[in-house]
């Protein structure tokens, strides 16, 4: 793009020229930042993001119960044993997806850094350390820590580390990589500014992990390192079991290259996600797309058939991970208020898309899935909200919980 005319000529064909309609009052450094940012928009694709915001379509679908298998039902040490001979081979490696924005939970910073009162004052960071120091002291071996950020935290992240020294842990074991970012649309699927100077982009979702990791160089990087197994997880759940070798052992034994934990929801109505298989291909689908008599359907034994939650702990096996980089997840877009910039150059809070892809629409590209159904508070303290259910008093309570009962 040679020169300024080229570009408005270029965004003429997308319907886009408006974006340029504050450029005569930046200064050069800003212009050349605005351009930049619009070089890297694929209007194209944002149009197609636009034009099918449908919902997934039960209807069309054949949906069948995937039976999960239950971690107290499991009566020998088999799979753990296994598990253990991988985890000491340093064959599974865990990632934290700390991409996200944290809204609900309006906290100013990245959600990892979010300071809770436990024993002593301890960042979310750290309760995962404490988890990978936990494995380190059973099984000897540091295992490797992949940190998702997005282009909106990385750097703040990575200075709380360095600031934290790694919270004690081989810093040359975490591994810090950036997922993509998209721009927000307007109701009419027009991109938003965030000022004059600067388009307004979100991260792309959990899902977006996929992509990152291929183009990141995260997945030669476990190559290059002998690792198998990638165990993802939501760095918003602080009991998060991550170096579990039952999982890992499961996923050796069964030869399988997708497993997820689940834990049952107490009633059709909690809002979690819930694992079935779609067409016969792995899936979770949200509470609200899930129709009423599927939620409430029960077996002989009076346990929900739809009811294994899917809360944000996955294990897949490299060689899959290299397949989902290269395919095209479906994006969900969330109608999100936020602030931008209107037609008359003033900020002003709008109605915008914000495109997502989910990582569990990641599952489909597995031939099967083993759904592990864990006890629900040995394993799950989420810290999603300021306020109500799912807050950090709720989540500090279960870990203390829970650590009590380990002592
Ligand atoms: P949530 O969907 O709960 O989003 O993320 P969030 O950003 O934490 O919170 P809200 O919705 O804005 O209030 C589940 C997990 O996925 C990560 C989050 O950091 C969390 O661990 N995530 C989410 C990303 O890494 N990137 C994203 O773009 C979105």
Redesign the pocket.
């Known amino acids: 793009m040679k020169n300024i005319d080229e570009m408005r000529e270029y965004l003429k064909k997308y319907d886009a020229e408006y974006l340029l309609n504050f450029y005569d009052e930046l200064n050069d450094s800003e212009k050349e930042g605005l351009i930049n940012q619009i070089k890297q928009i694929d209007f194209k694709y944002m149009k197609e993001l636009y034009n099918t915001k449908a919902m997934f379509n039960m209807e069309e679908n054949k949906i069948t119960s995937i039976p999960a298998i239950d971690k107290n039902k499991l009566n020998d040490d088999t799979y753990e044993k296994s598990g253990i001979e991988e985890i000491k081979a340093g064959r599974l490696a865990v990632c934290?997806?700390?991409?996200?924005?944290?809204?609900?939970?309006g906290f100013n910073g990245p959600?990892g850094t979010y300071m809770l009162e436990l024993d002593k004052p301890t960042s979310i960071f750290e309760t995962i350390v404490i988890k990978l120091k936990e494995a380190y002291e059973k099984y000897g071996v540091l295992t490797y820590w992949y940190v998702?950020t997005?282009e909106q935290n990385d750097k703040e992240t990575q200075k709380f580390f360095e600031n934290n020294n790694f919270f004690g842990y081989d810093k040359e074991h975490i591994v810090f990589f950036k997922?993509g970012e998209l721009p927000l649309l307007d109701t009419n699927g027009k991109v938003v500014l965030k000022d004059k100077a600067d388009v307004f982009m979100?991260?792309?979702?959990?899902g977006?992990?996929f992509r990152a990791l291929g183009n990141r160089g995260i997945i030669a990087h476990m190559k290059e390192h002998g690792i198998k197994y990638l165990a993802i997880?939501?760095?918003?759940n602080i009991l998060i079991h991550m170096v579990d070798p039952i999982a890992v052992g499961l996923m050796k034994e069964n030869n399988m290259e997708l497993l997820s934990k689940s834990f049952m929801k107490p009633t059709p109505e909690g809002k979690w996600g819930v694992f079935c298989k779609v067409n016969g291909k792995p899936r979770v689908i949200e509470y609200i797309e899930t129709p009423r008599e599927l939620l409430e359907a029960r077996n002989e034994e009076g346990e929900l058939i739809y009811g294994d939650a899917h809360f944000?702990c996955n294990y897949f096996d490299v060689e899959l991970l290299e397949k989902i980089v290269t395919e095209k997840l479906p994006m969900h877009a969330a109608l999100k208020k936020n602030k931008g910039l209107n037609s008359d150059g003033e900020i002003e809070e709008m109605e915008t898309y914000k495109f997502?892809a989910f990582?569990f629409d990641g599952f489909s590209m597995a031939e099967d899935i083993i759904v592990f159904r864990v006890n629900r508070n040995d394993e799950f303290a989420p810290i999603?909200n300021k306020e109500g259910e799912e807050t950090p008093e709720s989540a500090i309570k279960l870990y203390k919980e829970f650590y009590k009962k380990e002592d």
């Not at 934290?96 to 939970?105: D, E």
């Open positions: 934290s997806m700390a991409g996200g924005q944290g809204t609900r939970l959600k998702m997005s997922q979100a991260a792309d979702g959990n977006g992990i997880g939501n760095v918003d944000g997502e990582i999603k």
